[in-house]
C-alpha cells in the first residue's frame, strides 16, 4: 500500500488492496475498517474526507486492514454484525449471524400473531440473534435461549442488554435442550444447530479458520445429529399445537424431510431469498 495520508486517500489505497484480496466489495469493507480505527461512522468519513492522519491513526487503520487481508472475517475486526435490523455485538466466540438465518426469523414469526402471548425456546443461541429478533417484533412474547458455550451466553446477554430485551430473556447454559426440563407449552423451539460436515467443500476456509467449530460442525454422518436430538426432546416442551423450526445446509433438504416422526405430523423446508433450502419446519 501506498503511504496515505488523508482519509480519502487511505480508503483509495485500501480498497482495491482489499478487493484484490478477495473481499466481496472492498471499499465498503475499507470504510467501516477505517471508520471502526478511528472512532467515526461511514457518513463522517465523507464530511472529512481531506482530514489529515496522524501516524498513530495510520497505523490503527493498517492493523485492522492487515488483518482483514489475512482473511478475518470483518464482523470479528469492527465487533459488529446487523441482524434482523439489530446491531449485535460478535466475538470470536459466537457464529457470525448469517443473512440466511433471517429466513429462520421470518418463517418463525410467520406463526406468531403480533400479538402473542408465551414462549420461544432458542437453542444454540450464539449471540442470541435468533431469540432478539423475535422478542424484538413481538412485544408478548419471552425467550428462553440455550447454549453449550459459557462465554457466547455473555455475547447473547451482552446484546440483550444493548437493546433493551433481556427482562424477556432467560439464558441457560447446557446441552441442547436439556436445561429446559421445566420449560412447558413453548410455542416454537427454535434452532441453527451446527450442521457443516468436516471438510466440506460449502464450507468457506475463512469461516473454517475464524468461526468457533463448536457452532460449525454437526453431527452424524449427514450433519443433521444435533438436529435429531433436538427433536426427540422437544415434545417435552413444545405446546401441543407448537413447532420446531431448524436451519439447515442448502445441500441437507431430502435428509431432512426424512426427521419427520411422531409426534411431529407434517414437514416442511423453507427456501431463504437464494432459493436454497433453508429451515425444516416439523408441525406437531
Ligand atoms: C450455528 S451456531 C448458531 C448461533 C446463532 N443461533 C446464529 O444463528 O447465528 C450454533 C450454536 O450452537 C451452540 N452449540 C453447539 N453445540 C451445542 C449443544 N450441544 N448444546 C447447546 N448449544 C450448542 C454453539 O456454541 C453455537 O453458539
Known amino acids: 500500500m501506498a503511504d496515505p495520508r488523508t482519509i480519502r486517500a487511505l480508503l483509495q489505497a485500501t480498497a482495491p488492496w482489499l478487493t484484490q484480496r478477495g473481499a466481496d466489495n472492498g471499499r465498503t469493507e475499507a470504510e467501516l475498517l477505517v471508520g471502526h480505527a478511528l472512532s467515526m461512522r461511514r457518513l463522517d468519513l465523507y464530511l472529512d474526507l481531506d482530514r489529515p492522519l496522524s501516524d ?52 418463525a414469526l410467520a406463526r406468531l400473531p403480533e400479538d402473542v402471548e408465551g414462549v420461544v425456546v432458542d437453542v444454540g443461541t450464539g449471540s442470541g440473534c435468533i431469540a432478539l429478533a423475535l422478542l424484538q417484533q413481538r412485544e408478548g412474547l419471552r425467550a428462553v435461549a440455550v447454549d453449550v458455550s459459557t462465554a457466547a451466553l455473555a455475547v447473547a446477554r451482552k446484546n440483550a442488554e ?90 441437507q433438504q431430502e435428509q431432512a424431510r426424512g426427521l419427520l416422526k411422531p409426534p411431529f405430523v407434517a414437514v416442511d423446508v423453507v427456501a431463504d431469498l437464494g432459493g436454497h433450502p433453508r429451515v425444516v419446519v416439523l408441525q406437531r
Open 56 to 107: 498513530d491513526e495510520i497505523a490503527r487503520c493498517r492493523a485492522l486492514v492487515k488483518r482483514r487481508g489475512q482473511g478475518e472475517p470483518l464482523a470479528y475486526i469492527t465487533q459488529e454484525r446487523e441482524f434482523y435490523g439489530l446491531a449485535l455485538h460478535v466475538s470470536p466466540d459466537v457464529l457470525i449471524p448469517r443473512p440466511d438465518t433471517e429466513t429462520l426469523v421470518d418463517a
Open 162 to 251: 444493548r437493546h433493551g430485551l433481556f427482562d424477556r430473556l432467560e439464558l441457560r447454559e447446557g446441552d441442547l435442550l436439556s436445561p429446559c426440563r421445566d420449560v412447558v407449552g413453548a410455542l416454537l423451539v427454535v434452532s441453527n444447530p451446527p450442521y457443516v460436515l468436516r471438510g466440506s467443500p460449502l464450507l468457506h476456509k475463512d469461516v473454517a479458520a475464524f468461526e468457533p467449530a463448536l457452532a460449525l460442525y454437526g453431527e452424524d454422518d449427514d450433519g443433521l445429529g444435533h438436529h435429531r436430538r433436538i427433536l426427540a426432546a422437544a415434545p417435552a416442551v413444545l405446546h401441543e399445537r407448537g413447532a420446531v423450526l431448524l436451519e439447515i445446509g442448502a445441500d
